[in-house]
């Protein structure tokens, strides 16, 4: 960590409203604190796009296991990508729903890609790919 400065910005005022009442939901307690998570997270992001990046990567996947033939194309994905899938997780939320979980690691662009195609599978339900980068 380097030395805090303090800056100004010029804001429309309704975009400001529009902050401060996004930041109150997530639980911030001031805007300093919520702007350096902004930067953080935009940085971090930037980061991804640079292959040599270690990078993890986590996803969720709630889909119909009567849904045709899901599960063995998730699997199949999985196979294909052998060497980005740490590991996975099933979980039989119900009679119908499932829960999937993929921990995925490699450079940004290999766990963005695996990731994505994995969110996209046709009738997965709701599909979410968390990354993040490893050793920060
Ligand atoms: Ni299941």
Redo the contacts with the bound molecule.
């Keep these: 960590m380097g030395e805090t400065v303090r800056f100004g910005v010029s804001l429309d005022l309704d975009l400001l409203d529009q902050f401060d009442a996004l930041i109150r939901r997530m639980g911030y307690d001031n805007r300093s604190e919520a702007v350096r998570d902004l930067i953080r997270d935009k940085l971090v992001q930037e980061e991804w796009e640079t292959p040599a990046g270690d990078t993890f990567g986590v996803v969720f996947l709630l889909y119909d296991?009567e849904a045709m033939s899901l599960?063995s194309r998730l699997t199949d994905l999985e196979h294909r990508f052998l060497k980005n899938v740490v590991s996975s997780l099933?979980?039989?939320?119900d009679e119908r729903?499932?829960?999937?979980v993929v921990v995925l690691r490699g450079t940004g662009k290999q766990v963005r890609s695996m990731g994505e195609k994995l969110v996209s599978v046709r009738g997965v339900k709701y599909g979410k790919l968390s990354m993040g980068l490893a050793g920060r």
């Design positions: 296991h599960d099933h979980v039989h939320l729903n499932c829960l999937e």
